[in-house]
């Protein structure tokens, strides 16, 4: 009989990711609400808090292929998508696929690139598509990006423009490991037990099918989310832009990448029912990259958490 996608792959994939990254149970669980609604993920962390740990792990347990840019100052936009190249013995053009052809990329340090390269990943994000000397080309089912951006803002970076950061459904934030977990690191690093040795040992097992993925997408458009719960989540994305410290509030996208993530985030947490819970619980990953703070505040010290929380709190939430 065929597993309930629901009951069983999430947890699966859970405890399979757990084998290899210690900890970090929000962001994995955050990673998977992105992968399930097929959306994409901005990923925020200092180095080596294993980011890019996280994604390959991810790609082998949902079973699905991985590939990574780094993105630099000179990569161009051919370098991710690909080009044609004359071949002088069929006496024709063959295409050479970049590598954006992948189910799971990983964008590492997206504001490093120009945006000529940035749009070029932005759109194919966006469509699922890729253009290449007027000829598109789709990408497989399941692409999905894993962005990666230096918290620190160096020289020479380019920053996401507001509208481009927009397309992103979530915003994952990595922090430092808490001092049990780092232990548990130091330990394992220092045996045969080191998370890459893990990963690479077989002992972690791809528990998704493409079909399974589908199957749980369908799944989650029968949970149940009241009337009286879009409507607040509709007015928590509204509240975004009224708010007196905010200058630029959220789009219509951030309504959508809401609703979707608490769904899922009912899914993870083994209930067919959304709750208020659910909905607080994704607000600060939905608007973290989408609020922009007047300068006035921004220089008092105000943080963007803080307004989202004091939206959350302002909020009646319906009975
Ligand atoms: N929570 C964790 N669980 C397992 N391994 C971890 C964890 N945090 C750090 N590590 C270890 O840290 C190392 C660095 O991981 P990784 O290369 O994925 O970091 P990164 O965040 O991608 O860094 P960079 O920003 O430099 O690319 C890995 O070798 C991994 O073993
Ligand atoms: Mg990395």
């Not at 590598?99 to 504001?111: K, M």
């Not at 598109?136 to 970076?157: C, K, R, S």
Request: net charge negative; with cysteine.
């Amino acid at each position: 009989m065929n597993p309930d996608p629901l009951k069983e792959i999430l947890p699966a994939a859970r405890a399979e990711v757990a084998k290899v990254i210690i900890g970090q149970t929000a962001v994995v669980d955050q990673c998977l609400i992105v992968i399930v609604t097929g959306q994409h993920a901005l990923v925020e962390g200092v180095p080596g808090v294993a980011k890019t740990l996280l994604v390959r792990t991810l790609a082998h347990v949902l079973g699905v292929d991985f590939a990574r840019i780094q993105f630099t100052p000179d990569l161009m936009p051919a370098d991710i998508t690909g080009t044609n190249v004359f071949n002088l013995q069929k006496n024709e053009f063959t295409l050479i696929r970049g590598p954006i052809f992948t189910s799971f990329l990983l964008a590492d340090e997206i504001n490093r690139a120009p945006a000529k390269t940035q749009s070029a990943l932005l759109q194919a994000m966006q469509e699922r598509l890729v253009t290449i000397d007027r000829d598109t080309h789709p990408l497989p089912p399941n692409f999905t990006v894993f962005a990666t951006q230096n918290p620190i803002e160096y020289e020479g970076t380019y920053p996401l423009p507001e509208a481009q950061k927009d397309r992103f459904m979530l915003k994952i934030v990595m922090s430092a490991p808490g001092r049990d977990e780092e232990y548990t690191l130091a330990q394992r690093t220092l045996g045969r037990e080191s998370p890459e040795a893990t990963l690479a040992s077989g002992a972690v097992r791809p528990v998704v099918s493409a079909a399974d993925l589908q199957a749980l997408r369908e799944q989650l458009l029968g949970l149940t989310l009241r009337e009286e719960l879009i409507g607040y989540a509709v007015d928590l994305i509204r509240a975004t832009r009224r708010h007196e410290s905010v200058l630029v509030g959220a789009g219509p996208r951030a309504t959508q990448a809401l609703l979707l993530s608490s769904r899922a985030a009912a899914a993870l947490a083994g209930r067919d029912f959304v709750t208020p819970d659910d909905i607080k619980s994704m607000c600060e990953p939905v608007l973290a990259h989408r609020l922009i703070l007047r300068p006035e505040f921004e220089i008092e010290g105000l943080s963007v958490s803080e307004v989202i929380q004091s939206l959350v709190q302002q909020m009646a939430v319906p009975r």
